[in-house]
C-alpha cells in the first residue's frame, strides 16, 4: 500500500494520448515550405506537431505576404475550426521537415467530449495561445523594432515555455523576421549583426540564442551606441 501512495502520478502526455485516438487521424511528413494549408480552403479539422516548425501567413488581395505566427513542438494550430469558421484565413507552411497530426473536426470534438484531462490541456493551450496574441499585440504597439526582434528570436528559442530551452533554431531568413516583427530587412539585418557581437547571439549559417539576449527586451536599450536612437517603426 506505502509503495503505491507513494508512487508519482505521470503527468498526462498529450502527444501519447493523441497516438491512441482510433479514428479521424493522420499523421503525415512534411518538408521544407511545403503547404500544409492553404487560406481558403475548408477548415475541417486541427492539426499537432510532433517535431518541427510551421510559420502562418496570411496572404492579401494583393499578393502580398505577412507572417502572423510560428508555432513548433508540440503546438496545435488550425483550431478555428471549432468555432464555426468555414475557411481558413490564413496559410500554414513547413519552415523545417515536420511531422504532423491531422485531425479531423468531429474527432477533436468527441475526444474533446469523452476525455477531460485532453480538453483541459488543450483548453490550456488556447489559453496561452490568447496571452501570446495579446503579448504581440502590446509589442507591436509599443516596443521598439529591436526590442520586437529580440523577443521574436527569444521565443522562436522556446525561452520562457515549459521545458528546456532550444537555443538553436531552425534557418529563417531575415525577410521572414522582418515580416514577423513590421520593420525592413535591413533593420533587421543591422539588429543581428548588434547582437552578434555583444554575444547575445551565433549566427553562421545555424541560429543559436543566449539567454542574455533576455538584456534587450527587460532593460531599454542597453546596448545603443552614442548617436544612435530607438525608433518604433
Known amino acids: 500500500m506505502a509503495k503505491a501512495k507513494n508512487k508519482k502520478r505521470q503527468p498526462f502526455n498529450v502527444k501519447t494520448f493523441l497516438s491512441t485516438v482510433d479514428s479521424g487521424r493522420t499523421v503525415k511528413t512534411y518538408r521544407k ?18 517535431e518541427g516548425k510551421v510559420k502562418v501567413c496570411v496572404i492579401s488581395d494583393a ?5 502572423v505566427a510560428l508555432h513548433g513542438d508540440e503546438d496545435f494550430f488550425g483550431e478555428g475550426c471549432l468555432s464555426g469558421q468555414p475557411l481558413r484565413l490564413a ?13 479531423d473536426k468531429a474527432a477533436v470534438v468527441k475526444v474533446l ?11 490550456a493551450f488556447l489559453l496561452a495561445r490568447k496571452a ?4 504581440d499585440l502590446v509589442d507591436q504597439l ?13 521565443l522562436m528559442a522556446n525561452f520562457g515555455k515549459e521545458g528546456k530551452p532550444e537555443p538553436v533554431i531552425a534557418k529563417i531568413s531575415q525577410e521572414t523576421l522582418a ?7 535591413s533593420r533587421v539585418s543591422t539588429f543581428m549583426n548588434k547582437f552578434r557581437e555583444l554575444g547575445f547571439i551565433n549566427y553562421n ?11 534587450v527586451v527587460l532593460h531599454d536599450n542597453p546596448h545603443l551606441r552614442r548617436g544612435e536612437t530607438a525608433n518604433n517603426d
Not at 511545403?34 to 477548415?43: C, L, R, V, Y
Not at 496559410?91 to 485531425?103: E, S, Y
Not at 501570446?132 to 503579448?135: G, I, N, Q, S, T
Open 33 to 50: 515550405k511545403d503547404k500544409i494549408f492553404s487560406q481558403g480552403d475548408p477548415a475541417d479539422a486541427v492539426f499537432y506537431i510532433q
Open 63 to 67: 499578393g502580398k505576404e505577412a507572417v
Open 91 to 103: 496559410t500554414v507552411a513547413a519552415m523545417t521537415g515536420c511531422v504532423i497530426m491531422r485531425l
Open 113 to 123: 467530449h469523452e476525455q477531460p484531462k485532453f480538453s483541459e490541456a488543450f483548453m
Open 132 to 135: 501570446r496574441v495579446e503579448e
Open 142 to 154: 509599443f516596443n521598439s523594432s529591436e526590442k520586437r526582434l529580440a523577443r521574436a528570436l527569444l
Open 179 to 185: 515580416e514577423i516583427i513590421g520593420t525592413t530587412r
Open 205 to 215: 549559417g545555424v541560429l543559436e540564442v543566449h539567454n542574455s539576449l533576455l538584456n
